[in-house]
C-alpha cells in the first residue's frame, strides 16, 4: 500500500465535489455515535460496553492523548510504503482484524439483508470479504456467528489466523485447533484473559448474554466434539435426570429465546424447535466456554497439538511477557479486551513499552501485537512507535460493518491505513520499519 494516504484522500474530495460524502464517518466520534443510532440497543452495548464503570474502556482512549508525535520536516518522503513482514507473512500493512465474538449483533439491524434470522450470514462473511480484498490477516473468532470453514472459504487464499477460547473440555480444543489448521489458519491466538466473564454492566442491566441465545457459537455448533457432548446432555435431560425446576411461568422473552436458539441450531428450525438439542447446545456451552485453572506449563499441552504458531493475547504485565516466552509462546499480544474485562485496569498502551521491553530483553524474542484503543491511524502510529510489530483493530471496523456491510468494514480500514500513511508522511517517516520512539516527544 504505497501512498495510500494521498489515494484515499483525494478520492473523497473528488467524490465531495459531486455532492457525495464518504460511506461511513472518518472521524472516530462520528462513526461510533452513527453506529449506535443504527445498531440494536442490544447490539450496541454488546460492541462497544466494557467492564464496570467502564474507565478501562476510557483509559484505553485517554492513553493516546499522553503520548504526542513528534512532526519532521524537509525529509524525502515521496514514495512511503506501509509493508511489512509477520510470522514469515509478507503483509501489505501492519494491521489485522483482531477477533470480535457475536459479530451478527452488529447487523441485527440490517432490515433490507434479512434482519436478525440472517445476521450470521452478513456477519463474518461479510467482513472477510473486506479483509480479503485489503490483503489484510482475519483473526477468526472462538465465538464467532460463522463456522470458521465458512469464513475460510470466503477469505480464500487471503491469511488468516484462528483465536481460541480455551474450553474446559480437552477434546473440544483439540477439535477447534485441528479444524483452524485445515481451513489454512498460520497461527493459533489464545485469549488468556477471559477464563471468567468481565462484570459488563452494560450487558447486565440488558440481562443479555448472546450466547445464552445460540448468538455467537457457531464454531461450537458446528463442533463434532461439541455435538458429541450435546448428544449426551440431551439424553440425560430427556431421561428425566436433570432440567429445570420452578414454576417460572413462559414469557415472550422465553419464547424469543428458545426461537433464537432454534434458528442457530443446525437443521430446521421447526424440528429444532421440537427437540432437546438447541437448548442442550447452549447450556453445554455456558457449562464448557472457559477454563480458569490453567497455567503456563498448560501451553505445552497445547504446542504438542499444533505444529501452528501460538501467540498469547491478554498480556498486560512485562512478567507473564516473559513467562509466556518461557512457555513456548511465539508471539505476544499486548491487550486487556478492549476494557471489557477489569474495570479501572491500566490501559493497554500504557502496558506496552515495557512487555516490548521484556521480550526484546529475552534470548528468544518475538512479535509483539497490540490492541485496545486504537480508533484511527495516528493511534496505529503511536502504537507502533512504541514497539509494536502489528495492532489488531476492533470496534471501529465493527461499526463499518454496522452501517455499510463489507463496504463499511472496507471503507474504516482504508481510512486509518490512509492516515497512519499521512502521519508517517508528515513524521519524517517513509516506512513502518522505521518507527520508533524517536518519533515521540519526549
Known sequence: MRNIGRTVQSAIYRDGVFGHRPAVPTDPDALAEAARRRMTRTGWSYVAGGAGAQRTVDANREAFGRYRIMPRQMVDVGERTLATTLLGRDLPAPVLFGPVGALELAVQHQRTHGGRAAAPRNAEPALARAARDLGLPLVISSQASTPMEDTAAVLGDNPRWFQLYWSSDDAVVESFVSRAETSGCEAVVVTLDTHVLGWRTRDLDLGYLPFARGE??????????????????????????????????????????????????????????????????????????????????????????????????????????????????????????????????????????????????????????????????????????LGADAVLLGRPWVYGLALAGADGVRAVTEHILAELDITMALAGVSSTEQIGRHNLAP
Open 216 to 385: 455467537g457459537i457457531a464454531q461450537y455448533l458446528s463442533d463434532p466434539e461439541f455435538q458429541k457432548l450435546v448428544a449426551a446432555r440431551a439424553r440425560t435431560t430427556s431421561a428425566g435426570t436433570t432440567g429445570e425446576t420452578g414454576s417460572n411461568r413462559p414469557t415472550l422473552a422465553a419464547v424469543r429465546s428458545l426461537l433464537s436458539m432454534a434458528r442457530h441450531h443446525p437443521g430446521s428450525t421447526w424440528r429444532n424447535l421440537r427437540e432437546p438439542y438447541a437448548r442442550a447446545a447452549v447450556e453445554t456451552f455456558l457449562d464448557v466456554f472457559s477454563r480458569s485453572t490453567l497455567t503456563w506449563p498448560d501451553l505445552a499441552w497445547l504446542r504438542r497439538r499444533t505444529t501452528l504458531p501460538i501467540l498469547v493475547k491478554g498480556i498486560q504485565h512485562p512478567d507473564d511477557a516473559v513467562a509466556a516466552l518461557d512457555h513456548g509462546a511465539d508471539g505476544i499480544i499486548v491487550s486487556n479486551h478492549g476494557g471489557r474485562q477489569i474495570d479501572n485496569a491500566i490501559a493497554s498502551l500504557d502496558a506496552l513499552a515495557p512487555v516490548v521491553d521484556a521480550v526484546r530483553r529475552h534470548a528468544r524474542p518475538v512479535p509483539v501485537l497490540f490492541d485496545s484503543g486504537i480508533r484511527n491511524g495516528a493511534d496505529v502510529f503511536t502504537a507502533l512507535a
